[in-house]
């Protein structure tokens, strides 16, 4: 059974930072590109970030390019979002998907076939 479970989500001023993680199990880890994407109240999911299965290749949406880092440790089954700078239109619940690595990103949710229980960020206006 392949689980992804978010955690590293919270309360946070504008400005300052977080470091979401994301682990995975029941799944061989370095086969899967893993991604994030978040969905505000009231609107659709968007991407964020995506990494590629060994983690050569990264891509971000515009929104987050230059604030945000995404990296993964194979050996522990985990893919790290580092979130800088934030800004209240972070404000978001963050969730990881999987999707094999024999396929390009993606910015459509349904194309990754796992996906965790999202955690929530939050950062006040």
């Known amino acids: 059974q392949v689980q992804l479970v978010e955690s590293g989500g919270g309360l946070v001023q504008a400005g300052g930072s977080l470091r979401l993680s994301c682990t995975a199990s029941g799944l061989l880890f370095s086969n899967y590109r893993i991604a994030w994407f978040r969905q505000a109240p009231g609107k659709e999911r968007e991407f964020v970030a995506d990494i590629s299965g060994s983690g050569s290749g990264t891509y971000y949406a515009d929104s987050v390019k230059g604030r945000f880092t995404i990296s993964r440790d194979n050996a522990k089954n985990t893919v790290y979002l580092q979130m800088n700078s934030l800004k209240s239109e972070d404000t978001a619940v963050y969730f990881c998907?999987?999707?094999?690595?024999?396929?390009?990103?993606?910015?459509?949710?349904?194309?990754?076939?796992?996906w965790g229980q999202g955690t929530q960020v939050t950062v006040p206006s």
């Open positions: 998907a999987a999707r094999d690595k024999k396929y390009y990103m993606s910015y459509v949710p349904n194309e990754y076939i796992y």
